[in-house]
T-cell receptor, first 114, second 111 residues
Framework: GAGVSQSPSNKVTEKGKDVELRCDPI?????LYWYRQSLGQGLEFLIY????????KSGLPSDRFSAERTGGSVSTLTIQRTQQEDSAVYLC????????????FGPGTRLTVT | EDQVTQSPEALRLQEGESSSLNCSYT??????LFWYRQDPGKGPEFLFT???AGEEKEKERLKATLTKKESFLHITAPKPEDSATYLC????????????FGQGTTLQVKP
């Protein structure tokens, strides 16, 4: 079956511009996560969505970062006024549920801020 | 603070030379320990989930084990196609299931 898809695969933007990254989770997966992987860093949790519950935004590094999930499916991560330190690979994952279930990752979006 | 430490950072093996990767963790209330494989330019690929000490899981040349403080990923008679970065992650007491990842072990298997 289809896995998690993300778009775009690569994004180059100028400092100060806003960017939107998209994630399509596996059909039927209720939990959706965003992570960030910076050069030389491990994967860092950003935000979590589960059904109609309030999202866990505890990993967002600043108020320039926001995310939404529409209709319990597609999610968009938005970064406003991008900075060079935002350059990283942004990974989306989905799972059947939280905590005990394995998460399946998409291919990621590589963001480069110039 | 919940933490995951992987060792070694890098490992070079000859084809057929078996070895183990280590994942040490400190987490208050482990809900699951996950192993992933990541190839360059790709997202992590799920390998195993372990839930309790003493549990073992196998898949082809890979075997994952779990104790109360660490997990091992044993690679038996590796092949060049096993070359990748192996990531360990834990899910702690948070109801969200957010994963805490180690830095990974980059494995290179030479023919």
């Amino acid at each position: 079956g289809a896995g998690v898809s993300q778009s775009p695969s690569n994004k180059v933007t100028e400092k100060g511009k806003d960017v939107e990254l998209r994630c399509d989770p596996i059909s039927g997966h209720t939990a959706l996560y965003w992570y960030r992987q910076s050069l030389g860093q491990g994967l860092e949790f950003l935000i979590y969505f589960q059904g109609n519950s309030a999202p866990d935004k505890s990993g967002l590094p600043s108020d320039r970062f926001s995310a939404e999930r529409t209709g319990g499916s597609v999610s968009t991560l938005t970064i406003q006024r991008t900075q060079q330190e935002d350059s990283a690979v942004y990974l989306c994952a989905s799972s059947l549920g939280p905590a005990y279930y394995e998460q399946y990752f998409g291919p990621g979006t590589r963001l480069t801020v110039t | 603070e919940d933490q995951v430490t992987q060792s070694p950072e890098a490992l070079r093996l000859q084809e057929g030379e078996s070895s183990s990767l280590n994942c040490s963790y400190t987490v208050s209330g482990l809900r699951g320990l996950f192993w992933y494989r990541q190839d360059p330019g790709k997202g992590p690929e799920f390998l195993f989930t372990l839930y309790s000490a003493g549990e073992e899981k196998e898949k082809e040349r890979l075997k994952a084990t779990l104790t109360k403080k660490e997990s091992f990923l044993h690679i038996t008679a590796p092949k060049p196609e096993d070359s990748a970065t192996y990531l360990c992650a834990v899910s702690g007491p948070s109801n969200t299931g957010k994963l805490i990842f180690g830095q990974g072990t980059t494995l290179q298997v030479k023919p």
